[in-house]
């Protein structure tokens, strides 16, 4: 079983930038990649970026595309999530999610273990 556990949300002026972390803990040898979705108020949940732990191969949403981005380091079982250029809409609680399955992707369901959510929010 793989534990995750989210840090660096907060509250940002759009423009603005934030750094969300993951820390991955127990059976992270089961892990092919770790994604970041977000879920608004009233909204599904989304998929916002992903990686592969091995290789370090990425995929965005169009949403997150030059403005976010994923990284990850295999020794401490961390992954972030950089986030520049932030608009109010993508205010959101952010979860950090493991998945055993090969490829990029990009279904909340592909995913089998999944942190707590930190909470993003960006003022206009």
């Known amino acids: 079983q793989v534990k995750l556990v989210e840090s660096g949300g907060g509250l940002v002026q759009a423009g603005g930038s934030l750094r969300l972390s993951c820390a991955a803990s127990?059976?992270?040898?089961?892990?092919?990649?770790m994604g970041w979705f977000r879920q608004a108020p009233g909204k599904e949940r989304e998929f916002v970026a992903t990686?592969?732990?091995?290789?370090?191969?990425?995929r965005y949403a169009d949403s997150a595309k030059g403005r976010f981005t994923i990284s990850r380091d295999v020794v401490t079982n961390t992954v972030w999530l950089q986030m520049n250029s932030l608009k109010p809409e993508d205010t959101a609680v952010y979860y950090c999610?493991?998945?055993?399955?090969?490829?990029?992707?990009?279904?909340?369901?592909?995913?089998?273990?999944w942190g707590q959510g930190t909470q993003v929010t960006v003022s206009s």
């Open positions: 999610a493991a998945s055993g399955l090969d490829a990029l992707r990009i279904f909340a369901h592909d995913y089998n273990a």
């Open positions: 127990g059976r992270t040898s089961s892990m092919y990649a």
């Open positions: 990686i592969t732990w091995n290789g370090g191969y990425t």
